[in-house]
């Protein structure tokens, strides 16, 4: 199949990307660059061996997506682009609404007016908010934390109405629990720009030497050791789900949430201790309060997703320190330095 990713060149796109042209299929990325580089796409390139299709530009640009269409028979959309900071959609609510939301409402009336309505959209673990019950399975109630959740989950009923009123269009969306770690050649992964929020990418910096200690943000959360406790997963297995997720959407009309998670939950000071094991490196740490907005606990229930995309999650987190480490040491800088 010939499949459009939208954002692209951002993290778990290029990951995606990788393992699309590896299942036989032919990509084409789309990219703003509002938090990626050009270099990004070449990266990609070289993994794959051959060049890609690759246009820079707005997702929310009509004219730019009809162009695409227009140069290529797309079978399938997987819409990765948008804004995911949290704490900076919290700061920039109306620039998290316009993006998000205007990429999703532009890239859906141009694929109905070109007849291409099969979409996989990245939703993510953060329209659950603060989970009733853990394991969290698709049933669980829906409401969102923050600006960014709220994109998500606005997005997931903007494409349930689209799939109620023309039953033509298959949608499938995929709520990412927390993805970690890189492609193993070391050439792509994570890179955040400025300060790292997420919890992987600071401890990756911090063994490396650039940051001098990891603050663990509580330890008097009701968990096993007090930290708080996440369902990490490997890029690249993620990245399979997506694999799974466009290989099943044709058999599947109407839209349908799917938990890529592990199901397993683990907590930051494990994380740190995996990390180091797995890395032969040092990860120095101090427990500071909690960080606002956090939750104690947050895994996934995967089941739906193995019984009806065949899909698990198969690599372990010491795997996925071990290509974070790969990837941090041979990229200090991340893109930058090319
Ligand atoms: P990322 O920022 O690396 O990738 C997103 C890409 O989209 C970037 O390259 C950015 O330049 C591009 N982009 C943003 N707005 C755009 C626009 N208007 N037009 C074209 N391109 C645009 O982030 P990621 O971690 O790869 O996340 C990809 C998707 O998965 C996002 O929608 C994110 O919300 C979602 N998600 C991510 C996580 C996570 O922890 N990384 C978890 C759950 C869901
Ligand atoms: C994980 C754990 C922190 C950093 C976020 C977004 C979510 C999704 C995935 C987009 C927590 C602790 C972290 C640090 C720490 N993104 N931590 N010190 O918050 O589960 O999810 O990324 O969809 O929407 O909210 O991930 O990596 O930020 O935090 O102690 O420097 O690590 O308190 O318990 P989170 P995270």
């Known amino acids: 199949m010939k ?18 042209v590896a299942a036989g299929h032919s990509v084409v990325l789309l990219d703003s660059l509002v938090n990626s580089r050009p270099e990004v796409v070449a990266r990609v390139e070289r993994i794959v061996g051959h060049s890609l299709a690759y246009y820079t530009g707005d997702c929310a640009d009509p004219k730019l997506l009809d162009q695409i269409f227009t140069d290529h028979d797309i079978d399938v959309v997987v819409h990765f682009a948008g ?17 998000n939301l205007d990429c999703a409402l532009t890239l859906c009336e141009v ?42 989950l606005f997005v997931e009923r903007i494409l349930a109405d689209l799939a109620v009123a023309n039953p033509a269009w298959h949608i499938v969306a995929l709520r990412y629990f927390n993805p970690i770690g890189a492609h193993p050649s070391g050439l792509i992964g994570e890179d955040p720009q400025g300060i790292p929020n997420n919890l992987f990418p600071y401890i990756a910096q911090v063994a490396a030497g650039r940051r001098d200690k990891l603050r663990v943000f509580g330890d008097d959360y009701p968990t096993p050791d007090g930290t708080g406790v996440r369902d990490y997963l490997h890029v690249m297995d993620l990245a399979d789900g997506h694999v799974a997720a466009v290989e099943h959407i044709a058999d599947q009309a109407g839209w349908r949430g799917y938990n890529l998670g592990t199901g ?46 065949g899909w698990v999650a198969r690599r372990t987190i010491a795997e996925a320190c071990a290509d974070a480490w790969r990837w941090q040491r041979e990229n200090p800088n991340g893109y930058a330095a090319d």
């Open 111 to 152: 694929m109905e007016a070109r007849g291409v309505r099969r979409l996989v959209f990245s939703s993510s673990a953060s329209v659950y908010g603060t989970p009733e019950q853990v394991p969290i399975p698709e049933t669980a109630s829906l409401h969102a934390a923050n600006p960014y959740g709220a994109t998500k």
């Open 264 to 309: 397993q939950g683990v907590s930051v000071l494990e994380s740190v201790r995996t990390f180091e094991q797995a890395t032969g490196s040092h990860v120095p740490y101090e427990v500071v309060p909690r960080r606002p907005g956090d939750i104690a606990e947050c895994y996934a229930d995967p089941t739906r997703a193995r019984e009806e995309l």
């Open 83 to 99: 804004l995911k900071a949290v704490g900076e959609s919290v700061e920039q609510p109306l620039r998290y609404y316009r993006n």
């Open 3 to 20: 499949i459009l990713l939208t954002g692209g060149a951002g993290y778990i796109g290029t990951h995606t990307a990788v393992q699309f």
